[in-house]
């Protein structure tokens, strides 16, 4: 964990000591870097055989999960839509 907080630490002091420098290709790398720490967990994750045998229980935890996120999501914009736009003076 310590080390975690470390390295994101470090990330931030690095990034702010060249921030006046032209970093453009950073994004690129780090975009390579995900896919591969996404191939790289797509490995583990198939080869280890109890998520594969729970994978439709993991599935449907993923499903209500993300409905339920979403679900909340609109929700709450839907109601901070109305909130404002009743403040303006506007009919909703």
Same mark, same amino acid.
Do not use: C, P
């Given at each position: 964990?310590?080390?975690?907080?470390?390295?994101?630490?470090?990330?931030?002091?690095?990034?702010?000591?060249?921030?006046?420098?032209?970093?453009?290709? /950073?994004?690129?790398?780090? &975009?390579?870097?995900?896919?591969?720490?996404?191939?790289? *967990? +797509?490995?583990?994750? $198939? %080869?280890?055989?109890?998520? /594969?045998?729970?994978?439709? &229980?993991?599935?449907?935890?993923?499903?209500?999960?993300? *409905? +339920?996120?979403?679900? $909340? %999501?609109?929700?709450?914009?839907?109601?901070?839509?109305?909130?404002?736009?009743?403040?303006?003076?506007?009919?909703?």
């Amino acid at each position: 964990m310590f080390a975690i907080i470390g390295l994101m630490l470090t990330g931030m002091l690095l990034g702010y000591l060249l921030r006046k420098r032209d970093l453009r290709k /950073i994004s690129q790398i780090i &975009t390579l870097l995900i896919w591969l720490l996404l191939f790289i *967990l +797509g490995i583990e994750v $198939g %080869s280890n055989e109890q998520i /594969i045998k729970g994978l439709h &229980t993991i599935g449907m935890e993923a499903v209500i999960l993300t *409905l +339920g996120g979403t679900l $909340g %999501s609109v929700t709450a914009a839907w109601a901070l839509w109305k909130s404002l736009y009743r403040q303006k003076g506007g009919e909703v």
